[in-house]
Structures are given as structure tokens and as C-alpha cells.
């Protein structure tokens, strides 16, 4: 018979303590540890009423036998299944993360809509909305008619049975957060709740070879609730993220058992639905003006894409005793050596001079190889001359005013080029050759503003 010992979970990241405490010694919060008995020899948290099944050892693996076709479930989108690698797997789960209001609802039901015309058996539990909310939002997306299954449910008990009885391919579990185990001890929306259900839903998910999406919401610190006790659970994590106020939409993934991480899906939020973004690279470049002083252009690597930023500067004289340095979207540190080196190596004046900097789009640049494009920027600003509208400007800056090479230069120059651009400054150390592009290889800061036509004294 089972031991029953007492242990003590963190209500806020769900470590699993042996003993009280004021404090979890995890997370250094206070009062959120509570009691729950386990059986010492289960090493888990699972309900009582679950069954145990027998494992056995495989000694031979007959890879022949592995069907590698029915992997991957196509989501309909292109942008999507880029993400993903292809699509959904069979057998998985996948956890969206993402702030309320984002798009996560619209995304999977536009989804599921997809996969259920091309006959895949569809299931979309609710735990968030009404019936009426949900076909409200169909019939926004232009559906009349769609063949997926839909179920309004919390309880994990509930959702499981009918799970088992509709049979499903796919399912959408909207969101995990509000599924409860009503066996369970701690509240609903707790840590151990959310953990529980999603371990079990997982289990059903693989036993049923079932493409399981789990939807969660973000905290207010950019985490899921709570934090990170999901991500270990789930095969795929991804983040769908943007601002509320833009129609831009970013689907991130973060990590992926069955395919790369890092890739991006990148989608525009109309008013019937979300839309593949066409032209993802220089989405951020629509609203530029050329032949403006202070505007370089830089190839910036998103995950494994690139996305063409406009970096602007602004430099004036300042009308204060202190001179001000404002950076939005860059670090500010990295400005404050980038404008040191051009006082120093350069022999530029800028201590009487206020620098504005931004990177248009709300994109925050924490990439080295953006350094020579903010110099750049500065120096067009300040001497009020247009860098030519054709250049993308990319390399790290040293103390010195050296130029290093850039990771990926290749293939940032590459993208530059399919948008139409036909002159990169890059380090010197930059040996590739991409079609349509001229490179200007340049050892140092001095020789990258003369290409870029910027005179100083
Ligand atoms: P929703 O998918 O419900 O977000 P989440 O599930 O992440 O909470 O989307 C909510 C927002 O999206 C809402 O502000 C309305 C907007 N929206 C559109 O702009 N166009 C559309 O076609 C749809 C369905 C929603
Ligand atoms: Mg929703």
C-alpha cells in the first residue's frame, strides 16, 4: 500500500517542497506554499482514482515501421505552419501563450475551421466563452457552416469523457486556466491545478494520438501561469504576441520537439480574422520616407527571419546644460559607447548636441550588428545628410571603432537584396558574395561613413 507523506507546493511557480516554509526557497515569494499529500510511491501529483498501467521494455526498434507522412497536420496558414515547422503533430501538445485580446481564439478557430473542411475530426473546448460568443466569431471570420465539434466545459473530468467518446484528431483546450479537476485540493487557476489538467490532457493527448493545442494566458510578467511548469510539460511552446493597438502579429516559438525554434509566423489582425502577412521583411519599412537625414536601414535577425528596421536618428543642438540621450527601441548603454566612439575615434562634437534615437515599427534591437546603422544614423542626422535610400548598413562596433562581422550576414544581405536594395556596408571580414548586392567591406568606422558619403571634421 502506498505511503501517504505530505509535501508542499508553491501556488506561484509550482516547486514541490518536503517541508513548510514561510518562503519558497524557488521563487523567494512569501505565504504560497500550501499542503497536499502524495503517495511516496507514485512521485506525483496525480488524482487518486486513475489506474496505474503496466510499462514494458522495447528492446528493438523497428524504424521501418515509423509512418513519417502522417506528421504534421497543415494549420491552414502558411505563416503558421512555418512556425511550426510544417504543421501539427499527431501525438503532441502544443501550448499558445499570449496576453488577453491578442488573437489566440481567432488564430485556433480559424485553425480548426481549416482542418475540419479538410477532414480532420476537430474538437474546440471552451472553458472561457458561450456558445453564442463563439459562433459570433465565426460568423466574423466569414464562416457559415464549419464541421468542428464544440464543447463548453471546465471540468477536467467532463472534458476527458467526451474526449474519449467524439474521438477527435485535434482538439483546442481554450484556455488551460480555467479547466479544473474538481478531485484536486488547491483552487481553481491555481499552479497545481493548471499543471494537473495539463498533464492529464497531455496523457490523453498521446494515448489518443491526439494534435492537442493547450491555450494559456500570459501573466502581467510576460510568463505563463505559472511560470514555466507548463513549458516542461508540452512538446511545443509558442507566444503570440503584438500590440493591441497595431494589426501586427507575431507567432514565436520557443521551443519545439519536433522541429526548429526560433522561427517566426507573422500575421495581420483584419476585421474578418487574421491574414498571412505578405512582405513580412519590410513590414516595418512601409512608412518610410526616403532621402531622409538620420535613417539607415538595417537588416535585423528575428529568430531565424530577417526583418528590415529603419533606424532614425535626430541630433540638435541642445538648449540645456546637460545634453540628452533618448533611445527608444535600443539599449541605451550600447548608444552611450556608440556616441563615445564617435566623439573619440571620429573627433565628432556631440557634447553640445541632444540625440534622439528610435527604431521605427516598436522594434526593440538588442543585436550588436545594429551598432554601425545607429552610427550611421547619428552622423546623417547630424550633419544633415541622406545616407543613400538603396544601403543597408550592418556590423558590430568595438571601442576602437572597429568593425566586426555580423552573425548571418549572408543571409540578412540576401533578404535586403529580394526587397530591392542594392548596397550593404558590412565588416571586412565578410567573404560571401550575394546575388544583386554590393558589398562595401569596412574595417572601420572612419571608412564605413566615407561609403556612406557622410563627410565630418
Ligand atoms: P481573441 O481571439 O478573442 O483574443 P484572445 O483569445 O487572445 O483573448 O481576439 C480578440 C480581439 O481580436 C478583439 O479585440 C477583437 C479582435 N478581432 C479582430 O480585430 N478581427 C476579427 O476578425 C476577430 C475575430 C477579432
Ligand atoms: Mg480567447
Redesign the pocket.
Known amino acids: 500500500m502506498a505511503k501517504i507523506r505530505t509535501q508542499y507546493i508553491c501556488e506561484r511557480c509550482g516547486t514541490v517542497h518536503i517541508q513548510w516554509s514561510g518562503r519558497c526557497n524557488s521563487c523567494g515569494e512569501w505565504n504560497t506554499l500550501y499542503e497536499q499529500a502524495a503517495a511516496s510511491n507514485s512521485g506525483g501529483t496525480r488524482s487518486a482514482g486513475k489506474s496505474k498501467s503496466k510499462s514494458s521494455i522495447c528492446d528493438s526498434l523497428d524504424l521501418g515501421s515509423v509512418d513519417l507522412s502522417q506528421q504534421a497536420i497543415s494549420t491552414g496558414s502558411f505563416e503558421f505552419d512555418r512556425a511550426l515547422g510544417g504543421g501539427l503533430t499527431p501525438g503532441s501538445v502544443t501550448l499558445i501563450g ?12 480559424q485553425f480548426l475551421a481549416s482542418a475540419g473542411s479538410d477532414g480532420h475530426r476537430c474538437l474546440y473546448v471552451s472553458a ?2 458561450s456558445r453564442s460568443q463563439i459562433a459570433g ?1 465565426i460568423c ?2 466569414g464562416g457559415s457552416e464549419i464541421s468542428i465539434g464544440i464543447l463548453i466545459a471546465s471540468e477536467l473530468q467532463d472534458i476527458e469523457e467526451q474526449i474519449l467518446s467524439y474521438k477527435p484528431q485535434i482538439v483546442v483546450i ?2 488551460i486556466q480555467t479547466v479544473y479537476d474538481y478531485l484536486a485540493p488547491s483552487p481553481a487557476g491555481s499552479v497545481t491545478q493548471v499543471r494537473e489538467c495539463a498533464t492529464r490532457l497531455s496523457d490523453l493527448a498521446k494515448s489518443g494520438n491526439i494534435a492537442m493545442v493547450l ?1 494559456g ?1 500570459v501573466t502581467k510578467d510576460g510568463t505563463l501561469a505559472g511560470p514555466r511548469v507548463l513549458e516542461h510539460l508540452v512538446d511545443t511552446v509558442v507566444y ?1 504576441e503584438g500590440d ?1 493597438d497595431s ?1 501586427l502579429r507575431v507567432l514565436r516559438v520557443i521551443k519545439h520537439r519536433f522541429g526548429p525554434v526560433g522561427d517566426l509566423g507573422m500575421f495581420e ?6 491574414v498571412d502577412l505578405e512582405n513580412a521583411t519590410g513590414v516595418h519599412l512601409v512608412d518610410r520616407v526616403e532621402g531622409q537625414a538620420g535613417s539607415v536601414v538595417f537588416p535585423a535577425l528575428d529568430g531565424r527571419r530577417v526583418i528590415l528596421t529603419e533606424v532614425q536618428a535626430l541630433v540638435v543642438p541642445t538648449s540645456s546644460e546637460q545634453p540628452r540621450r533618448v533611445a527608444t527601441g535600443l539599449e541605451m548603454n550600447r548608444v552611450l559607447l556608440l556616441l563615445a566612439v564617435l566623439e573619440k575615434k571620429i573627433g565628432l562634437r556631440l557634447y553640445n548636441k541632444d540625440v534622439f534615437l528610435s527604431v521605427a515599427g516598436g522594434i526593440r534591437l538588442t543585436d550588436p550588428a545594429a551598432d554601425l546603422a545607429t552610427i550611421t544614423a547619428v552622423v546623417s542626422s547630424l550633419n544633415d545628410q541622406p545616407v543613400d535610400p538603396s544601403f543597408v548598413v550592418v556590423g558590430e562596433v568595438g571601442l576602437g571603432g572597429e568593425i566586426r562581422s555580423a552573425s548571418n550576414a549572408r543571409q540578412r544581405l540576401a533578404e535586403a537584396s529580394r526587397l530591392g536594395f542594392t548596397t550593404g556596408i558590412v565588416g571586412s571580414t565578410f567573404s560571401d558574395s550575394v546575388a544583386g548586392m554590393l558589398t562595401l567591406r569596412v574595417k572601420d568606422v572612419r571608412s564605413a561613413l566615407g561609403y556612406a558619403s557622410l563627410t565630418f571634421c
Open positions: 499570449g496576453e488577453p485580446g491578442i488573437g489566440k481564439s481567432t488564430l485556433l478557430t472561457e466563452e466569431r466574423r471570420l481554450d484556455s491555450v494566458h503570440f493591441r494589426y489582425m483584419g476585421s474578418f480574422g487574421l
